[in-house]
């Protein structure tokens, strides 16, 4: 079963915007991770934040991880056109670093 | 380097044929991993590895086999092809915890 859920399943924002996506997960975890999807291609790495971390930052991409509200938010600061994919959160634990379970994704679209 | 690579990209095949995704890549990692992506969702782990030799299942293992006889290669058989694994495949890899580098997945449909 998916752990991740994600909120929302489509977000619509002009460009220079800013974007911001949620991921709830179930159980402890280790480490939570981001990916990017274009349509059609496979998925890209954005950032990791372990369970330890409250706050990341990676150029315009700002996470933040609550453990004890077992979630995690995206914010991508000042849109672009090419931001426009598809938004993953990933969580591993204690069912094993190499087993990631993947929410269903926020689809993202940067209107110009 | 051309990281993880996966072929063919598309396959069309009739139910009960079989088949094999291969999967490579030259970065020396040794944990690989497959999923598979039906429409509007997450991926979902079928097998992974965490070195030659070495496989587990993941979370819907049903239908398909893995080996590990090398580092660099990680094929995925579809024993006997069904219409419920009409998806897409990605295959991943990473050197330990963290960030998967994925391949460009593999588009299969099964008649």
């Known amino acids: 079963s998916q752990q991740g859920e994600e909120d929302p399943q489509a977000l619509s924002i002009q460009e220079g915007e800013n974007a911001t996506m949620n991921c709830s997960y179930k159980?402890?975890?280790?480490?939570l991770q981001w990916y990017r999807q274009n349509s059609g291609r496979g998925l890209v790495h954005l950032i990791l934040i372990r369970s330890n971390e409250r706050e990341k930052h990676s150029g315009r991409l700002r996470v933040t991880l609550d453990t004890s509200k077992k979630s995690s938010s995206l914010l991508i600061t000042a849109s672009r056109a090419a931001d426009t994919a598809s938004y993953f959160c990933?969580?591993?634990?204690?069912?094993?670093?190499?087993?990631?379970?993947f929410g269903q994704g926020t689809r993202l679209t940067i209107n110009p | 380097n051309a990281g993880v690579t996966q072929t063919p990209k598309f396959q069309v095949l009739k139910t009960g044929q079989s088949m094999t995704l291969q999967c490579a890549q030259d970065m020396n990692h040794e944990y690989m991993s497959w999923y598979r992506q039906d429409p509007g969702m997450g991926l979902r782990l079928i097998h992974y590895s965490v070195g030659a030799g070495i496989t587990d299942q993941g979370e819907v293992p049903n239908g398909y086999n893995v080996s590990r006889s090398t580092t660099e290669d990680f094929p995925l058989r579809l024993l006997s092809a069904a219409p419920s694994q009409t998806s897409v495949y990605f295959c991943a890899s990473s050197y330990g915890v963290g960030e998967q580098f994925f391949g460009p997945g593999t588009r299969l449909t099964v008649l």
């Open positions: 159980t402890s975890i280790n480490n």
């Open positions: 990933a969580t591993d634990g204690i069912q094993g670093a190499q087993k990631l379970v």
